[in-house]
């Protein structure tokens, strides 16, 4: 099946600091990629869409300067959690589809850990 | 609202026996349904899903689900449980809300003892 790649898999920052993460579909073309939030023990929260060559969209309560998304080609997209706090930290996960409708392939997920 | 449930936050069962974890699911028109496993500090796999034709829909590791339109009900089975089975397993509606995004239930954890 298709793969996608998200790095790092762990990071540790400082409160204050931003951190990006990478999202990368390695053999399909995604217009579309989605950025998840997961606490622990519980479900996956979508944070956003996000889609190539424009603006994200963000659900409602996802601060949107707080969660910065790129999509700047159609095998990458970046979010960046800028100046983060301890309350960031979350396990972050992004997904793909090949096609709409399609089952979603999902990266391995990132675990921050702001101190 | 488009939704989908899943009632149990926790499933036990013996190795070597069937299990059944369940999922509801509240959407309009015709649903597009998943099921998905996660592994401690791992992204999502992909089960299985049912887009249309046969109810009864086979996936990976031996694990299948049944799509019940007048239950609106997408329950996962598997006929013989592992150890190895122990995930938290996700059922997710694929929806178009002017544009497609997925809905994900609340989660099961599976816990098969030896």
């Known amino acids: 099946g298709a793969v996608v790649s998200q790095h790092p898999s762990r990071v540790i920052c400082k409160s204050g600091t931003s951190v990006k993460i990478e999202c990368r579909s390695l053999d399909f073309q995604a217009t579309t990629m989605f950025w998840y939030r997961q606490f622990p023990k519980q479900s996956l929260m979508l944070m956003a869409t996000s889609n190539e060559g424009s603006k994200a969209t963000y659900e409602q309560g996802v601060e949107k300067d707080k969660f910065l998304i790129n999509h700047a080609s159609l095998t990458l997209s970046t979010l960046t959690v800028t100046s983060a706090h301890p309350e960031d930290s979350s396990f972050y996960i992004c997904s793909a589809d090949e096609k709409i409708g399609a089952e979603a392939f999902f990266g391995q997920g990132t675990r921050l850990t702001v101190v | 609202a488009q939704s989908v449930a899943q009632p149990e936050d926790q499933v036990n069962v013996a190795e070597g026996n069937p299990l059944t974890v369940k999922c509801t699911y509240s959407?309009?028109?015709?649903?597009?349904l998943f099921w998905y496993v996660q592994y401690p500090n791992r992204g999502l796999q992909f089960l299985l899903k049912y887009i249309t034709g046969d109810n009864l829909v086979k996936g990976s590791y031996g694990f299948e689900a049944e799509f019940n339109k007048s239950q609106t009900s997408f329950h996962l089975k598997k006929p013989s449980a592992l150890v190895s089975d122990s995930a938290l397993y996700f059922c997710a509606v694929s929806v178009n809300t002017g544009g497609f995004k997925t809905i994900f239930g609340a989660g099961t954890r599976l816990f098969v003892k030896a």
């Open positions: 959407v309009s028109g015709n649903p597009y």
